[in-house]
């Protein structure tokens, strides 16, 4: 009898060491980067997730060699973002990912519990898929925080670009951008730099053969959009990096334009579409809410609660808006006037709170909803269309101008980071 437990826990140690095993190969590093490690299965299920949709798409995809390099220079860059994020203090909640990821369904025409399920049966896991998009959340932050700091346009530029404008007399034109960099190693040599060059030009043969972009793209770019198929997507031509610019005057729909070469390494361009600038109407609305920002004392819970409350006291007739967002509001540009707004641009707020502003109705409330700056809930006073030429075409010229140099130092910063990190790849 002894002997038979004896065997009995050797088999039981033996199946939990093959299973430790297993979870080890599973979970076996990938990437050192800094103090952090990229684990294999992150990097599988960045593959898995691009092949799926590739396929749903049908859209063809490079060698698996080529998709993992992208995958694992994807992951990289994010992780250094999201080391940076920490030191920082940038944090996602709960409530605002699932904001996010309804926002998302909701563009699909679909629930939040219709994306679970479509996940699942693609055999992705939905609790690891909510944490990536946490993760590319504040990835995304983190670089937005950090590089509009270096962006400054000046009201000069704003008018010489309005000027330059006028006397191009369009400049609405808008181009859907493909881009591939084939990169240009640290300390390269003449030889390197002539290898490089031959192999960008080896990619735009390919791609005057007709072979697709987005696949090129994915096998090859070093670009930040890679594994997206180096889209870009529409930007105006004063939008785009100055390189791009003006290298693409005077082309049209299909044509490949480079290789263009800076530090960086050799750019190629494809125009894949061109279309005029849709005119929207200056919409303006009035708004007031209250604000309760979530803290140690008071929960993310009790603060959604707490407007809840507000809500229904309000429909019941029980309570005053004003006097509500007087005593409770935490918004100090507003408190004091009742949480009242003058009229409002919708696209100068975030984006939670622009997007149920523009879904109520002239008197309606809102339920308690949730930004960057903690729980809402607004009410509709008016909605009006304004005339603002103008001044949307100074927005838009200090957009332009914004948006070209946010991307420059977009890839100046991301470079910067790797420059100062130490990254070792354990999988070749």
């Not at 330059?164 to 003449?190: K, M, S, V």
């Not at 730099?193 to 080896?202: H, S």
């Not at 009242?340 to 008197?363: I, M």
């Not at 991307?407 to 130490?422: D, I």
Request: hydrophobic residues 40%; proline residues 2%.
């Amino acid at each position: 009898m002894k002997l038979k437990r004896l065997m009995t826990a050797g088999v039981a140690l033996l199946a939990f060491c093959q299973s430790a095993y297993s979870l080890t190969e599973l979970d076996s590093v990938a990437v050192k980067v800094n103090d952090g490690v990229i684990l294999q299965s992150e990097v599988d299920a960045l593959v898995n997730r691009v092949k799926n949709r590739a396929k749903d798409s049908g859209q063809e995809l490079p060698s698996e060699t080529a998709l993992r390099r992208q995958a694992i220079d994807k992951l990289i860059d994010q992780a250094l973002l999201l080391q940076m994020g920490e030191r920082i203090g940038l944090r996602i909640s709960d409530a605002q990912l699932d904001q996010t990821l309804s926002q998302m369904a909701r563009e699909q025409g679909a629930t939040l519990d219709d994306m679970r399920r479509s996940l699942e049966a693609s055999g992705d896991n939905f609790q690891t898929y909510r944490e990536e998009i946490r993760n590319e959340m504040v990835a995304s932050r983190t670089m937005r925080a950090s590089v509009e700091r270096r962006v400054y346009v000046s009201l000069q530029e704003v008018q010489n670009l309005l000027r330059i404008l006028e006397q191009q007399g369009q400049t609405n034109e808008e181009y859907d951008i493909g881009h591939i960099l084939i990169e240009i190693p640290e300390n390269a040599t003449a030889d390197d730099i002539k290898t490089q060059k031959e192999r960008a030009e080896a990619v735009i043969r390919l791609l005057n053969e007709g072979r697709e972009f987005k696949q090129i793209a994915i096998a090859s770019s070093g670009g930040g959009k890679a594994l997206e198929g180096g889209q870009l997507g529409w930007m105006n031509i004063n939008e785009m990096p100055t390189l791009f610019a003006e290298a693409v005057k005077g082309h049209k729909k299909g044509d490949i334009v480079g290789p263009l070469r800076s530090g960086a390494g050799f750019h190629i361009v494809k125009l894949q579409d061109v279309r005029g600038v849709e005119v929207v109407e200056a919409v303006e609305l009035k708004v007031r809410h209250i604000l309760v920002k979530p803290s140690i004392i008071v929960s993310e819970e009790k603060a959604r609660s707490m407007l809840a409350s507000f809500v229904e006291d309000l429909k019941a007739g029980n309570a005053d808006f004003g006097e509500l967002a007087k005593e409770h509001s935490e918004d100090p540009g507003s408190a004091l006037n009742g949480g009242e707004y003058d009229w409002t641009d919708p696209n100068s707020w975030v984006g939670e709170f622009k997007e149920t502003a523009l879904g109520l109705e002239k008197g309606q409330l809102s339920e308690p909803f949730r930004t960057q700056y903690g729980w809402h809930i607004m009410e509709l006073l008016d909605r009006r269309v304004s005339d603002k030429t103008e001044l949307v075409k100074q927005n838009r010229a200090h957009q332009m101008i914004f948006n070209r140099r946010f991307k420059e130092e977009s890839f100046t910063f991301q470079r910067e980071l790797r420059e100062q990190a130490y990254i070792e790849v354990v999988e070749e």
